[in-house]
């Protein structure tokens, strides 16, 4: 039986032939939507109590980092619909069925509270009115449940899981990176969620108790948007050693193959995405041990896990930058695919689980300092 790491890799030629689509449409094109679907890569951390692979983190970063090798923008939607649905396992279990049970739904949404939800019983349900509208809506448009962090009137911070046809979308993603990705804003207005469809971060005990649940989720979210970067460096690097086969530069009788200084270059960045790769896969394994054997993840394995990450996204970044410069001229064109590379691996520094400020709460660790790790 194939592993999700194989079906993802499996899909890399239909995700880049309709890679270019992606990006002038600023959204997934439905045929790889359904293929992801498809292939169970759009719920891979759903629990087997609902249908689902309930895979661990090594084996995700895995395959976000194929997917993301093919796409980036492909990788990135995976990625939030996958880590969403993680949150399966904290919902109420008649609910978490209802949505997680259908193999082809998709969730996606944003954390952020930035809703306001007032207390309200619609046909004897308890529930809350909400209102509220989220940036950053990563593959929204294709989730037939969309979820939003939502500030509530009985002082409660809440996740509320909303249907696709009471939230409206806005046409604001017209962005440098990540085009394919869609991660417009979206809102709801006046829309009824029942207490049931919502969770509370970090006060909400998982109904389905397993490994996964027990992972530390902003941990999992800055693994999983790492291997985004790492898979668009991997690509990066492979685009640039095919060019520089049969490149040769103006004013050059040599390949770029043949150049010295891009075969130093070379050696560089294949050292730096390997070993980035090398140090996030080994820290997620040691912490997978633990929460496997029932055991919380510590702050020690959290902050090593982030720093990894932060390292991987960096990583990615250094890639795609250095295989971009080294393909000269050629590289600026639209029609370049380490144009693309270049624009959507700085879009993963941009994220708050990877941003490099978080430098700053790590080193506090680090050095032995109090700070505030609600973030890990």
Not at 42 to 48: F, G, I, L, T
Not at 219 to 224: C, K, N
Request: hydrophobic share 45%; aromatic share 6%.
């Amino acid at each position: 039986m194939s592993t999700l790491v194989d079906r993802a890799r499996d899909l890399g030629e239909l995700i880049e032939a309709h890679a270019d689509e992606a990006e002038s449409g600023r959204r997934l094109p439905l045929p790889v939507v359904g293929a992801l679907v498809d292939a169970g890569l759009m719920r891979m951390c759903v629990p087997a109590d609902y249908g689902g692979s309930s895979t661990g983190p090594v084996e995700l970063v895995e395959a976000i980092e194929a997917i993301a090798s093919a796409d980036g923008a492909a990788g990135w939607c995976a990625m939030i619909a996958s880590t969403t649905s993680s949150m399966a396992a904290f919902l109420p279990a008649d609910a978490a069925e209802m949505i997680y049970g259908d193999p082809t739904v998709v969730t996606g949404g944003v954390f952020a509270p930035n809703g306001t939800g007032r207390r309200a019983t619609v046909d004897g349900v308890d529930g809350f009115t909400v209102d509220g509208r989220w940036a950053w809506g990563s593959g929204t448009q294709h989730c037939q449940w969309v979820l939003g962090g939502v500030r509530c009137d009985d002082d409660t911070f809440r996740l509320c899981w909303f249907p696709h046809d009471d939230v409206t979308f806005h046409d604001t993603w017209h962005t440098s990176g990540m085009r394919g990705s869609g991660s417009l804003d979206y809102s709801v207005s006046g829309a009824f969620v029942p207490a049931a469809m919502t969770m509370q971060p970090g006060v909400s005990r998982p109904v389905v108790d397993t490994a996964l649940a027990r992972f530390p989720n902003f941990t999992l979210l800055a693994a999983g948007v790492s291997a985004v970067g790492l898979g668009i460096g991997r690509r990066a690097l492979d685009e640039l050693i095919d060019i520089a086969q049969g490149k040769r530069p103006q004013f050059s009788s040599r390949t770029l193959a043949k150049n010295p200084f891009t075969q130093i270059e070379v050696a560089r960045a294949e050292a730096r995405v390997r070993s980035a790769r090398a140090f996030l896969l080994d820290e997620l394994a040691t912490a997978w041990v633990a929460a496997d054997a029932g055991a919380d993840v510590s702050i020690e394995a959290r902050t090593a896990i982030r720093l990894a990450a932060l390292n991987a996204a960096q990583a990615g970044v250094d890639v795609a930058d250095a295989a971009f410069t080294l393909a000269g001229g050629t590289a600026v064109y639209d029609t370049s695919l380490l144009g693309r590379c270049l624009r959507d691996a700085h879009v993963v520094t941009q994220h708050i689980q990877t941003a490099p400020k978080l430098h700053e709460l790590l080193g506090k660790l680090l050095l032995g300092n109090d700070a505030d790790t609600s973030m890990l």
